[in-house]
C-alpha cells in the first residue's frame, strides 16, 4: 500500500515535515517514507495534498471497561472488594465491540493505554492497545503499567466503608506495605534459584509487581493535589521505580520541581469543572504551564470522563491556553508514545513502526472542532 501526494508530519526525532510526501506500508508495517511521487504499484491512495500524521496516542483512558447507559452492569474499571489487587488484568476487562473503539478510530486515535480506575490504591496492570479489533488479545500492543491511586478517591471508597484505607497516610503505607512485601517475594525466588532452597508459596499479588520493580513496567500514580504528587514521587523514589503522573492536576503550582526530578506528567480531562476538592486548581493552562517548566506532557481524556472522540479538542482547548501547536501534536503522537513506552511502535511515521496514520485535510488544524479525519489506518488497515 502506498499513500502519496501528503505533507507528512513525520513527529521522528528531527519533527521533520514532508511536503509532496509518501508511505509505503505492508503487513502493517512502514517500510519506506519520503518526498516526491513514487514507483506507484499495487494498492494507491492519492492524498491530493493533504496533511498526514501518526495516529493519536491517548496515553490514559478507561475505555472498553464501561458501557454508557448501562449503570453498574456495565463498569468494570473499578475493583473495590479490596484495596491492593494488583493481581488483576485490565485485558479481562475490556470489551472490545464497545461503541467507543469506532468513536476513537473516527476521531484518528489509533492506539490508547487502558487503566483501571482509581478506587483502590493499588489497582491492577496497565496495557497499550489498538482501536482496531475485535479480540483484545491480538489488539494487544504492550503490557506497559501498574496503576497507583493517591487522594480522595481511595479515601472515600473506604471511608465510606470504615475500612483501611481512610486517610492519605494509609493510602501511601499501604502502597509501600504492597511494594516491600513484592521485594521480600523477589529476593527469596532468587535464592531459591540460586541456593537451592525451596520456592516462596505463590503470591499473585507479588507476582504482578515484580515487573515494576524489575522496571519493566512503569508505575502510573493517579494523582491530583501537590502533596499527593510529591508522595508519588517519593514513593517511586524510595522503591527506584520508573514513573508517570497521571492528571497532575496541580503540576503548574510545582512544574519547575517536577521538571528537577524528570516527571512525565499525563494531563486530563481538559474539560471538566472542579467537581472535587483536590481539582480546586485545574486549569486548561496547566499542559502549557508544564511544557514550559521543561515537564514532558500528554494529553489524555480519561475516558469515559470525557469521551474519547474529544481527545483532539482537548488539546486544542490547550493549544488555546498557551501550549505551542508542536508541542501540542507531540502530546498526542510521539511524546505520548515515549511516555507509554511504545514509541517503537507508533507515535511517528517512521521505517519499521505500525502503520497508524491519519489523514486531515490540507490546510485544517487537527485540534480544531470543526476538524475530521479524510481517512485513518490501523496496522494498514484503513478503517475510516
Request: net charge negative; with cysteine; hydrophobic share 40%.
Amino acid at each position: 500500500m502506498i499513500i502519496y501526494n501528503a505533507e507528512i508530519f513525520t513527529q521522528n526525532r528531527e519533527r521533520e515535515t514532508i511536503a509532496n510526501g509518501f508511505v509505503r506500508f505492508e503487513n502493517g508495517r512502514i517500510t519506506e517514507v519520503g518526498q516526491g511521487t513514487p514507483e506507484l504499484s499495487g494498492e494507491c491512495f492519492d492524498a491530493c495534498g493533504a496533511a498526514l500524521y501518526p495516529g493519536f496516542v491517548d496515553i490514559h483512558t478507561h475505555l472498553g471497561l464501561t458501557t454508557g447507559g448501562t449503570g453498574a452492569e456495565g463498569e468494570d474499571f473499578n475493583e473495590e472488594s479490596e484495596p491492593v489487587s494488583a493481581k488483576l488484568h485490565i485485558l479481562d476487562g475490556i470489551n472490545p465491540l464497545d461503541v467507543s473503539f469506532a468513536k476513537a478510530r473516527e476521531a484518528g486515535i489509533t492506539a490508547v493505554v487502558v487503566s483501571p480506575g482509581s478506587m483502590n490504591p493499588v489497582a491492577g496492570d496497565i496495557c497499550a492497545i489498538s482501536t482496531s479489533g475485535r479480540r483484545i488479545d491480538k489488539m494487544l500492543l504492550r503490557k506497559v503499567g501498574m496503576k497507583f491511586a493517591m487522594g480522595e478517591n481511595p479515601k472515600m471508597t473506604y471511608m465510606d466503608r470504615s475500612e483501611t484505607p481512610c486517610t492519605r497516610m494509609a493510602i501511601a503505607a499501604m502502597i509501600r506495605e504492597a511494594l516491600a512485601k513484592a521485594q521480600r517475594y523477589l529476593g527469596d525466588k532468587q535464592r531459591a534459584e540460586t541456593e537451592d532452597e525451596d520456592s516462596p508459596e505463590l503470591d499473585m499479588q507479588s507476582e504482578a509487581l515484580i515487573p515494576l520493580l524489575e522496571g519493566r513496567l512503569k508505575a502510573h500514580f493517579h494523582c491530583h493535589r501537590a502533596d499527593d504528587i510529591f508522595t508519588a514521587v517519593r514513593i517511586a523514589k524510595e522503591f527506584s521505580l520508573d514513573y508517570l503522573l497521571i492528571h497532575c492536576t496541580d503540576g503548574h503550582l510545582i512544574a519547575d520541581e517536577l521538571a528537577a526530578e524528570g516527571a512525565g506528567a499525563v494531563v486530563g480531562p481538559i474539560m471538566c469543572d472542579a467537581c472535587k476538592p483536590e481539582l480546586a486548581n485545574i486549569t486548561p493552562a496547566n499542559a502549557a504551564l508544564l511544557d514550559r517548566a521543561g515537564v514532558k506532557v500528554a494529553v489524555c481524556t480519561d475516558h469515559s470522563e470525557i469521551p474519547i472522540e474529544y481527545l483532539p479538542i482537548s488539546v486544542g482547548v490547550c493549544i488555546k491556553h498557551g501550549l505551542p501547536f508542536g508541542k501540542a501534536l507531540d502530546s498526542v503522537t510521539i511524546t505520548a508514545a515515549q511516555l507509554a513506552g511504545i514509541d517503537d511502535l507508533v507515535g511517528s511515521v517512521e521505517v519499521g513502526k505500525r502503520a497508524d496514520l491519519v489523514l486531515f485535510p490540507s490546510g485544517a488544524n487537527p485540534f480544531e472542532v470543526m476538524s475530521s479525519p479524510v481517512a485513518v489506518w490501523v496496522g494498514g488497515e484503513r478503517v475510516n
